[in-house]
C-alpha cells in the first residue's frame, strides 16, 4: 500500500519539479523570462489545453496499452500496429534527447555559477556539474527527486523573501514567434515526448483502469509550475546554489530513467554510460551552445510530432481507446482530433516559428 501510494505522487511531484526547471533553461533562449505579457499567457493557457494534454493523454496511453518503458515499448506497439520499424526511431530520439535536454539544464547551471558564484570558466563548471549529476544518478529515485523538490521550493521561496523585481504585466499584439514559444513552453518545457511520465507512472497505470486518475494530477503539476516560474526571475540575487542544486538533481534523475531504458534495451553497461555521458558533455563544446539551442527546441518539438503521427494515424483506434478508458465516447472523439489534426499542424507551425527566430 506504501508503494502505491508513492507512485501517485511521484509523477505529478516531478512533473512540477522537472518542468519547473527546464522552464528556468530554456527561458534565456526563448526569451520567456522577461516576457511577463497578458497575451503570451493566455496563448500558453490554450497550448496547454489543446496541445500539452492531449500528448499527456497519450503518454498514459501507451504506458497502460505497453506496461514497459518506453523505448522497450516501441517494439511490441510497431507489431500490433502492423507499422514500419521506422518509428521505432522516435523511443531513440526520446532516450537519446534526455541526455541532451539534461546537459543544457547543467549547462543553465553552470552559467548561473559562473556569474554568481564561482570565477571559473562555465565549460570547466558543466564538466564538473556533470560528473557529480552522473554520480547521483546511482541514487535511490526518490532521494533525488526529494533533493530537487527542496532546491526548487527554496528557490520560489527565497525569490519572493528577496522582493525579486519582475517588470510589469502588459498587453501586447499576438506575434507568430509567441506560438511557438508557447509551445515549447507547453510542450519541450513540461518534459513531453520524452516518456519520462510515462516510465514513472507505469506501476500506477498497472492498477488503474481510467487513465485520467495518472493524467490530470501531471497535467495541472505542470500547469502550476509554469504559473510559480511566471511570478519568478532567475536572477544573481538569488543564492545559486540553491537553483544549481534542484538541476544537479534532476539532471540525475533524469539520467537515471535514461540508463534505465537503455538497459530494458539489454545494451553493456559501458554502451549505457558512455551514451548518456558523451551526449550530456557534448554541451561543454566552446561556442556550440548557441546551436545547440536552437537542436534542442526543434528537438524536442519533433519528438512529439512523431508520436502524434504514430498514435492518431498509425495505431489502431481500438487499442488507445480502451487503454485510456473515457467515460464518454465523446471525449475520446475529442482526444482523437486533437492528436491526429491539431498536435500535427500546431507543432509543425511552432517549428516553423522556432527557425524563423533563430535562422
Known sequence: MQDNAMSKWLSPLMAFCLSFI?????APITGI????????????????????LPVCYLEIALAKRSKTTPLQALSSLTREADASQKWRIVGWLSVIFIPFLAGAMLNNASNVLAVAALDLAPNLLLIGLAIVALALSLLPRQ???????????????????????????QVTPVEFSEWGNATVLALVASGLGMGLYWQSSLNTVRQQDIASKTVLP??????????????????????AFTLVTAIVAAAALMLQMAREQLQERQLHPVVQWAIIAVVTLIWAIPNLSP????????????????????????????????SMNFSSEAFYNLWRIAVRVVLPVGIILAIAAVLGQFV
Not at 35 to 46: G, V
Not at 225 to 235: D, G, L, T
Not at 303 to 309: F, K, N, R, T, V
Open 218 to 239: 501531471i497535467w495541472v503539476a505542470q500547469l502550476v509550475a509554469v504559473i510559480a516560474f511566471a511570478f519568478f526571475a532567475v536572477q544573481a540575487q538569488i543564492p
Open 33 to 52: 523570462q522577461i516576457e511577463r505579457q497578458l497575451d503570451f499567457w493566455m496563448l500558453w493557457l490554450a497550448t496547454m489545453l489543446i496541445l500539452a
Open 143 to 169: 532521494i533525488l527527486l526529494a533533493i530537487t523538490a527542496i532546491g526548487v521550493l527554496a528557490s520560489l521561496i527565497l525569490a519572493n523573501v528577496m522582493g525579486t523585481a519582475l517588470p510589469a504585466w
Open 291 to 322: 546551436i545547440f539551442n536552437v537542436v534542442l527546441l526543434v528537438w524536442g518539438l519533433v519528438i512529439c510530432l512523431i508520436y502524434a503521427l504514430f498514435a492518431g494515424w498509425i495505431m489502431k483506434i481500438s487499442h488507445l481507446r480502451k
Open 22 to 26: 527546464i522552464i528556468a533553461t530554456l
